[in-house]
């Protein structure tokens, strides 16, 4: 039954996030990459101020970086604890062997690798880039990214103070500017994540949409949990000076939490679009979709190209995972392959590809009243009722005969 207060795609979308929420386990991987944060902090810690103590100018944006940390992410208290001793066991990193200085950098990358997996089981890929590729771009985010947000936080704050003067005679005006900056930043960042790291085309308004429930959500959740504590001190009631740590797990938590919820959005939003064109997930679906995706290579052969996803997923009536799914059974298959940009093309004759092995990868025993599937047009129907009875007079057809039918 559908509420009144919720449009009807809105409860589509909502639908389909808590669908791919559970699919993917979103609870339990933020708890894995709060782990994983909470190990890795100390070694990405040292290895942004190694790279930043490099350069004079550095030091400072280091400086305004962690000012704009403490003030509008991390918990107040937590926080300020957190980072002094992170800072002092950063400092502490210089005295260690080249054994121990390989493990600290192989700690920090941890993080990268681990958000590169979460990633790409949220979006479905299949294959992920190879290692030589990873390791160089992790290494980059970790050096140049803080060292770019930084930067970013710096052009913010000369804006903030620019318009300071025309905000100042408004009480909350200078706080307001503040927390736009802070959710616009962060924005920008979960867009750049969303877009960058899995290996897959994607559509950037869709990235956009998911970083900023990302980003303005961990604003969100920075205010209500440091309201919570101030009104409801129940951790420092019990846990006394050791409250800081709790505080500060709840926190990475949350966060991670919030960001995983925008690239679930993002990764719903392509299906989300063309989920009134998704042929039904029936025995007689599955046919036309395979079917259909097979011509829609084959076409794109005879044309002297490759196609996108996207394209091929629109073609076939299919959700990008699962067509990626079937493209890389048919890639296992030897009939396609993957370009280096990502789009797809058959790397066989068209004859090669027979009525009975892709309809070996799909579904077996098809009965010729699946023609009368609820959701199926007219045209389909009459499709698949030629690709049954090709199937039932020789199993060994090519499916580029089926192009020949209007």
Not at 177 to 184: N, S, Y
Not at 206 to 217: D, K, Y
Not at 303 to 327: I, N, S
Not at 376 to 387: A, C, F, G, N, S
């Amino acid at each position: 039954m559908r509420t009144r207060f919720v449009s009807p795609p809105m409860l589509d979308l909502v639908q389909l996030v808590q669908r791919k929420f559970f699919e993917v386990r979103v609870l339990q991987t933020a708890g894995s990459l709060t782990y994983t944060t909470l190990l890795s902090l100390v070694p990405m810690i040292t290895v942004v101020l190694t790279v930043m103590r490099q350069f004079s100018p550095f030091m400072k944006l280091g400086e305004g970086m962690r000012g704009f940390l403490l003030q509008n992410l991390l918990p107040e208290r937590a926080g300020k604890v957190v980072a002094t001793y992170a800072l002092q066991f950063s400092e502490k990193a210089s005295s260690l062997t080249v054994v121990g200085s390989i493990f600290l950098v192989v700690t920090a990358v941890m993080l990268f690798a681990t958000i590169d997996r979460t990633f790409a089981s949220i979006w479905g890929v299949r294959r992920p880039r190879a290692w030589y590729v990873r390791i160089p771009v992790y290494w980059l985010a970790l050096t140049l990214g803080p060292v770019l947000f930084a930067v970013s936080i710096a052009a913010g704050s000369q804006l903030l103070a620019i318009s300071s003067g025309v905000v100042a005679e408004v009480a909350w005006g200078r706080a307001l500017l503040d927390r736009l900056m802070t959710a616009v930043l962060l924005s920008a960042l979960f867009t750049f994540m969303f877009h960058a790291i899995p290996n897959r085309r994607l559509n950037l308004w869709h990235s956009v949409a998911g970083g900023l429930i990302a980003g303005i959500g961990v604003v969100l959740v920075q205010r209500m949990f440091g309201f919570y504590l101030t009104k409801l001190p129940n951790f420092t009631l019990i846990y006394g000076t050791f409250s800081v740590v709790p505080i500060f797990l709840i926190w990475v938590y949350l966060s991670w939490f919030v960001i995983l919820l925008g690239a679930t959005v993002a990764a719903v939003l392509p299906d989300f679009e063309g989920r009134h064109r998704t042929l039904p997930h029936t025995p007689a679906g599955r046919i036309l979709v395979a079917v259909r995706l097979a011509l829609a290579l084959i076409d794109a052969q005879r044309q002297g190209g490759a196609v996108e996803l996207q394209e091929l997923a629109q073609a076939c009536r299919e959700t990008h995972p699962r067509t990626e799914l079937m493209l890389e059974e048919m890639r296992q298959a030897g009939w396609v392959v993957r370009t280096d940009d990502g789009a797809w093309m058959l790397c066989v004759v068209a004859d090669a590809i027979l009525l009975g092995d892709l309809m070996a990868k799909v579904v077996v025993g098809v009965a010729e009243e699946q023609s009368r599937e609820s959701g199926i047009t007219q045209e389909d129907q009459r499709l698949l009722k030629v690709t049954v009875g090709q199937m039932r007079k020789a199993m060994a057809s090519p499916v580029a005969l089926l192009a020949q039918i209007g």
